[in-house]
């Protein structure tokens, strides 16, 4: 596992404690999960999402991520309907661990509270949580 | 003293069955046709599966050249904590194998199967007797199936009393089936935090106990090694609030006529027969977990249950509340012979005295380990110790990497990354059936892996290198899985 | 004792050095009101000798089938076991060895399971098979925990042909987790009726049994078809898979799921167990399927290896969520199931298969020209259920006596179904026992 100064945490993406992030792209919100995530999780082999059209409260599981020999639930950073989920990840899990805020993402969302967005934690407040 | 168990030598590469097979071989030598055949309906008629063919030879060569790629208790000390690794005594394995027990059929009338039901009643006496329980059921196929078997009790239980609960207390060093167990009779499996000692502290418990709680599981001694002191006073916190106590009896070899299950407030215990009583653990199975349970809850044990009336054994299926039937017949027979052939040859004596080196072994290994590696709590233990590899992590070392490493000294390694409050983990077993030779010569290989960790640690990184196999990629087992072969004829 | 090598004086030496003057004190942790308040009263250790001739008593008071007079099926069948088959798989490697949680230690074990999910999927005519379950009943169990999760429904629906020890303990598993069960009638031809499903829209799975357990043949094609347009899973179970070496394997006839009992395939009977629970399925349904699976990999060097795979599906590691709490399995009795096939190759299977159904159909004819009533019409494979006339059932009770067992009496399980037995005939039957018990009908 790395130390935290050699994670990255893009600053303009928005970060939940779970250990996911949002980038909102006209009003739809992609999400993942962070650098720190995947590393502290390992090879990731699959990735359980959910099919388009769920619509997910803040906080709710809405799938879950598996190394070889560990299972991490997956939390909606946002409340909403997902609008699709990365079909990539079902053939090519390890996108996750090289790329997680790119071709590792996870589901598209249609937010139903944009107010939600604004309790969410900047990259640095992410980091400062991470040290805590 | 060299500490390298393991020699070189000549090993052989084996294909895979279908690898190996030509069609138009056969290792089977077929029953005489004396009846004529019988036409068969057409539409009922297909082609068979796609099974290899191979001569008996072939067979026989197969199979050994694999069993030579195992290591087994049979050619190595196998010290996997809580998996209780003793010898298995060749005696047992006859005993199972006697006509009148692996031919029989299990729905022979009762008047021709009366030595079976001796046997099944005689165990269950003698299993009451060894945990301090009052009535005992033979049926559940291993440890999780006797844990089902007793969550399906705390259910019938508290609902014969008119109150379904929800909850039940799983202490977080249980075994994972504990909670899945429980999860299985719709328990939500409520974790205690085991205290700074690595044992349980009453308030934790107290603290969670409510009257939608059905009771708690508890495993003692624990699978850090320690025994849950303040047992008694949990099981009565316990039950003030109407629960009952759950004990997993994984780690029972340590107690062996020592402790008395029933006074302690256990109310349902299962024991693994593949464990504590020396039956072989088969590559994964079979095994046996009977449950023994108080007075109070024989009337819901499976059915049917051996009787004694009228001066012959019968089966008896008239247990109203019984919670019902886990297996399709009795149990695994086979595996209850064997191990009422080890306490028949042990007796009461020896099996105590077995307890005794089965703790003297293991704190033997305690002492002669914690100057290389971080004990998860530096204090007596019982049947097991735990470590972890806190002081190798520095350099670069995980408890993998020390693990693979000893297999190339010629141990199997120790339970590993469990339980899960130890970082790490390192759980070793080591059984009263090691000798002190071989106890030293695991201490050596272990000293020698820790300097190792320190001089060379590229070395275990890379290890093993004396196995058939070097280290295995289990990550691309699990993203793209291969779960069958290719048939045989296909290119 | 020969099991417990410390002599007195390393026993000194070893507490010398954990630090404590006796063995009693190891046990000082145990506080005193845990402790027993009088010592185990067992009977005194028996020497070898002693032992063997205790148990060869017991043993002599049970009657094994190597007479051939026992014409019982009914959910454990009488086959020969070949010698080499035997042999192997008494391999201490095999039998003294524990999971492979070890893959680099434990390839024999790894290979030997691979080669078993392959033919156990081959026979079964599904794409995958695990690593084992407890028996046939629990693996039903089983299969249907998991077509409840697979579809999220709360019901299942069983066959009332499907063996009464496995609904029982179907009832067993599912009735506390608060899911409902729905029995099917059979009908005059010994068989379900796929009309009688009716509306499935609820159901997660429906189950059926074939060959039955009155030895017939189910069209579970039709189940297939109907559960499918329901949205339901069709669940196949089997008691005899020896059956799949002459008639399609379930997954051929659409299962989704084939889950039953292996004890046929190599294994003695020893009294109900242990057997082999068989479970079988989809490739997509792979994630939600319980118990251990082998999977395919390479070591650092490029080698062809086993592994243990999608072991976050297990109790180990999912805990509470795990897709079964099944732990300890059944390997051994996989091993020999996958030996006894191999020594059997496609060609042995499908001849032992006919020798069976040519046997039972010899009894067949020969009670069927005592007068013996054959009430199902559906086909058969190597039991049948036949109904004999009233005053049998004091000939079926003499025939004991003597140690003939002439079938199991199916009013037991059945009351409408008075004076009806099963009958079993495989190869270990000679055709002199088969006249010898159709000699004594008198119809």
Same mark, same amino acid.
């Given at each position: 596992m790395k130390p935290l100064q050699e994670l990255s945490f893009p600053e303009e993406l928005r970060y939940v404690e779970s250990h996911e992030w949002v980038r909102v792209e006209n009003g739809v919100a992609r999400i993942g999960i962070t650098d720190y995530a995947q590393d502290q999780l390992g090879d990731v082999v699959f990735v359980e999402l959910p099919a388009a059209g769920k619509t997910l409260a803040r906080g709710a599981a809405f799938g879950s991520v598996e190394s070889v020999k560990a299972v991490s639930e997956l939390y909606m950073p946002l409340s909403g309907r997902v609008v699709e989920a990365n079909p990539a990840l079902d053939s090519s899990p390890e996108l996750v661990n090289r790329s997680p805020y790119g071709e590792g993402w996870m589901i598209r969302v249609e937010p139903s509270d944009p107010a939600e967005l604004a309790g969410l934690l900047s990259a640095a407040e992410y980091r400062e949580r991470l040290k805590g | 003293m060299n500490p390298l168990q393991a020699a070189t030598g000549l090993v052989f590469e084996e294909p895979l069955l279908w690898e190996r097979g030509r069609n138009g071989r056969t290792g089977f030598s077929m029953p005489r046709r004396d009846v004529e055949e019988t036409p068969l309906p057409q539409e009922l008629s297909v082609e068979p599966p796609d099974l290899p063919e191979l001569s008996e030879v072939d067979l026989v060569r197969h199979y050994v050249r694999l069993s030579q790629w195992n290591v087994a208790v049979d050619t190595a000390m196998y010290p996997l904590g809580s998996c209780t690794m003793k010898y298995n005594p060749k005696t047992n394995e006859r005993q199972a194998a006697l006509p009148g027990f692996a031919l029989a059929h299990p729905l022979l009338p009762e008047s021709l199967c009366q030595g079976a039901l001796e046997l099944i009643a005689a165990l269950e006496c003698l299993l009451a007797e060894i945990t301090g329980l009052d009535a005992v059921t033979l049926q559940p196929g291993a440890g999780a199936q006797g844990e089902l078997a007793g969550m399906l009790i705390f259910h019938a239980y508290h609902r014969r009393r008119g109150r379904v609960r929800s909850k039940i207390l799983v202490p977080d !060093?249980?075994?994972? !089936?504990n909670p899945a167990s429980a999860a299985l009779c719709g328990y939500t499996a409520v974790p205690v935090a085991s205290g700074g000692r690595g044992i349980l502290e009453p308030q934790a418990v107290a603290a969670l106990m409510d009257e939608q709680t059905a009771g708690i599981m508890l495993t003692n001694p624990n699978t850090l090694g320690l025994f849950e002191e303040h047992v008694a006073e949990i099981a009565r916190i316990v039950h003030e609030k109407g629960g009952l106590v759950y004990g997993d009896g994984a780690n029972m070899n340590a107690v062996l006529g020592r402790v008395d299950m029933g006074r302690i407030g256990v109310d349902v215990l299962h024991l693994n027969l593949h464990k504590t009583f020396s039956t072989p653990h088969g590559g994964g199975g079979p095994g046996a977990g009977p449950l023994c349970v108080k007075r109070e809850l024989e009337p819901f044990l499976p059915v049917p249950r051996v009787v004694h009336r009228e001066g012959r054994f019968a089966w008896s299926e008239d247990f109203p509340l019984s919670i019902g039937k886990l297996q399709a017949f009795w149990g695994n027979f086979g595996v209850l012979v064997r191990a009422y052939s080890y306490i028949l040859s042990m007796g009461a004596a020896n099996l105590e005295q077995a307890s005794r080196l089965a703790v003297l072994n293991a704190n033997y290994l305690r002492v002669g380990l914690r100057e290389h590696y971080a004990p998860a709590h530096d204090r007596p233990c019982m049947h097991e110790c735990v470590f972890s590899d806190a002081r190798q992590r520095p350099l670069g070392v995980t408890t993998l990497d020390i693990a693979k490493r000893l297999m190339d000294y010629g141990f199997h390694p120790p339970t590993v990354y469990f339980p899960l409050v130890v970082p790490g983990a390192l759980m070793i077993e080591p059984t009263e059936t090691e000798s002190k030779e071989m106890l030293d010569l695991f201490l050596a290989a272990m000293a020698a892996i820790a300097r190792e960790a320190r001089e060379d640690p590229e070395r275990l990184r890379t290890a093993p290198t004396r196995c058939l196999r070097r280290r295995l990629d289990e990550v691309a087992a699990a993203r793209k899985p291969t779960l069958t072969g290719r048939p045989p004829s296909a290119p | 004792m020969r099991y417990l090598p410390h002599t007195p004086e390393e026993i000194a030496g070893m507490l010398a050095r954990v630090g404590v003057d006796d063995l009693e004190r190891l046990f000082d942790v145990i506080p005193p009101e845990c402790r027993r308040t009088r010592p185990m009263v067992l009977p005194e250790a028996r020497s070898e000798w002693e032992l063997d001739r205790h148990m060869e008593a017991l043993a002599g008071r049970v009657t094994p089938f190597r007479g051939a007079r026992i014409f019982l099926g009914a959910g454990s069948y009488p086959h020969f076991i070949p010698e080499a088959v035997r042999f192997v798989t008494q391999r201490s490697e095999f039998v003294t060895a524990y999971t492979p949680y070890q893959p680099e230690m434990s390839q024999g074990t790894l290979q030997a399971i691979f080669e078993y999910q392959t033919l156990a999927a081959r026979l079964l005519g599904l794409e995958v098979a695990n690593a084992s379950m407890y028996d046939g009943a629990s693996a039903l169990a089983e299969a249907l925990l998991m077509a409840v999760r697979l579809t999220g429904r709360r019901a299942v629906a069983l066959s009332r042909a499907v063996h009464p020890f496995y609904r029982r303990v179907v009832d067993t598993y599912l009735e506390p987790a608060g899911i409902a069960r729905r029995e099917l009638a059979f009908g005059p031809a010994g068989t379900t009726d796929p009309a009688g499903l009716g509306d499935a829209d609820n159901l997660a799975a429906v189950a059926i049994q074939s060959p039955n357990v009155f030895g017939c043949l189910e069209p579970l094609d039709a189940f297939a078809e109907r559960a499918h347009a329901a949205g339901a899973l069709a669940v196949a179970t089997f008691t005899e898979p020896l059956a799949f070496g002459l008639f399609a394997g379930p997954g051929k006839l659409g299962a989704d799921i084939a889950c039953g009992e292996g004890q046929s395939l190599g294994i003695p009977p020893s009294f109900g167990g242990p057997g082999l629970g068989m479970f079988a399925a989809r490739l997509a349904h792979v994630r939600q399927m319980p118990g251990r699976l082998v999977g395919e990999t390479r070591d650092l060097e490029g080698r062809r290896g086993f592994v243990l795979t999608l072991s976050t599906r297990e109790q180990h590691i999912r805990r509470e969520k795990a897709t079964s709490n099944i732990c300890t399995n059944n390997s051994l009795c996989a091993l020999t199931a996958a030996a006894y096939l191999a020594c059997l190759g496609k060609s042995g299977l499908r001849e032992l298969a006919r020798l069976n159904r040519d046997k039972a159909e010899y009894l067949k004819r020969g009670l069927a020209g005592r007068g013996v009533r054959l009430p199902f019409s559906a086909p058969t494979f190597n039991e049948f259920t036949a109904l004999f006339p009233p005053a049998f059932r004091e000939t079926h009770r003499r025939l004991a006596e003597r140690g003939i067992v002439a079938g199991f009496p199916l009013e037991r399980w059945y009351p409408e179904l008075e004076d009806h037995y099963l009958l079993c005939a495989t190869e270990v039957h000679e055709r002199a026992d088969l006249d010898a018990l159709i000699a004594e009908v008198h119809a």
């Open positions: - | !060093t249980a075994h994972g !089936t | -």
